[in-house]
């Protein structure tokens, strides 16, 4: 079980927006750590994604943002594309100074 | 340009000592607040954090699993090293590692770069 909840699987048509949610507790999320997002493409590596909780790295397209409130953050695709199709994981620390992960998020486009 | 290669036996047999390599280029654990993790993704599960080591030789282990973890460096070598021991059917996986530009600044410690994975897998 991932120290981080999102839900398995999440769809849209193209064009659509999508939020994938990442619920965590006092001991992370809510301590304060970043969010950080990671995009999985089959038979793939992870990529970052997202960092600093609403940050995006060089290259990545402006329709995927997110954002952080509390014990939680989400990640955001407006805009829906075909290639968007992937796992989506979220990411942080705990006091332990250990990483967590989230389960991962199956983006489905119909 | 920064890569990363992990390297490593493709089969352990149960009990085994599993000894993962990762080889580095484009950057320096030197640098302040550089790490290198390892991550591992059993077969169409979830990715789980191991362990992070940064350039002051400083470690910090996945509390589940820190009594089967050591990491290690040669920096001369630009190589971060993973063992687990006592291997189990259940850690067969891809492991990975990857660079963190800053594991002591929380907005900065996402893992920046990936290497392509190593697939291990525990059979008798």
């Known amino acids: 079980q991932s120290v981080l909840t999102q839900p398995p699987s999440v769809s849209g048509v193209p064009g659509q927006r999508v939020t994938i949610s990442c619920t965590g507790s006092?001991?992370?999320?809510?301590?304060?750590?970043?969010v950080h997002w990671y995009q999985q493409l089959p038979g793939t590596a992870p990529k970052l994604l997202i960092y600093?909780?609403?940050n995006r790295p060089s290259g990545v397209p402006d329709r995927f943002s997110g954002s952080k409130s509390g014990t939680s953050a989400s990640l955001d695709i407006t805009g829906l594309q075909a290639e968007d199709e992937a796992d989506y994981y979220c990411q942080s620390h705990d006091d332990s100074m250990e990483g967590v992960f989230g389960g991962g998020t199956k983006v489905t486009v119909l | 340009q920064v890569t990363l290669r992990e390297s490593g036996p493709a089969l352990v047999k149960p009990t085994q000592t599993l000894t993962l390599t990762c080889t580095f280029s484009g950057f320096s654990l030197s640098t302040s607040g550089m790490c290198v993790t390892w991550i591992r993704q059993p077969p169409g599960k979830a990715l789980e954090w191991l362990a992070l080591i940064d350039g002051d030789d400083d470690k910090y282990y996945s509390t589940s699993l820190k009594t089967r973890l050591t990491i290690s460096k040669d920096t001369s070598k630009n190589q971060v090293v993973l063992t687990m021991t006592n291997m189990d059917p259940l850690d067969t996986a891809t492991y990975y590692c990857a660079r963190v530009l800053d594991y002591y600044d929380s907005s900065k410690n996402a893992l920046d770069i990936w290497g392509q994975g190593a697939m291990v897998t525990v059979s008798s």
């Open positions: 600093g909780n609403n």
């Open positions: 006092s001991s992370n999320i809510g301590a304060g750590y970043d």
